[in-house]
């Protein structure tokens, strides 16, 4: 199966910048990967789409980070990245990359990271 691996998480002040990263592996040479995403979770709130992006490069974005966050993501690298800017406090949660993609000769399904910590400070 796939294993998704984030990083750049980390503590930064209101206003802020920070760049996460999730690289895709797998044991099998042979795989794919189609939407690529990251999801965040707030303490005591709901899990939530925060951007995806598909393998063409087409993006979408939740209504609350429009304007601040940018996906992108490297095909060569199976990696995706999501640059936050002006984060505020409501950007605190743990962040969770997402994939749809398959093992081949396997189906395709949804794979997840471990999710790294995002804090935002005042």
């Known amino acids: 199966q796939l294993q998704l691996v984030e990083s750049g998480g980390g503590l930064v002040q209101a206003g802020g910048s920070l760049r996460l990263s999730c690289a895709a592996s797998a044991s099998s040479s042979i795989f794919s990967i189609s939407v690529m995403g990251w999801y965040r979770q707030a303490p005591g709130k709901q899990r939530e789409l925060v951007a995806t992006?598909?393998?063409?490069?087409?993006?979408n974005y939740a209504d609350s980070v429009k304007g601040r966050f940018t996906i992108s993501r490297d095909n060569n690298q199976n990696t995706v990245y999501l640059q936050m800017n002006s984060l505020n406090l409501e950007d605190t949660a743990v962040y969770y990359c997402n994939t749809e993609g398959r093992v081949l000769p396997g189906p395709t399904r949804t794979y997840w990271g471990q999710g790294t910590q995002v804090t935002v400070s005042s």
């Open positions: 992006i598909t393998s063409g490069g087409r993006t």
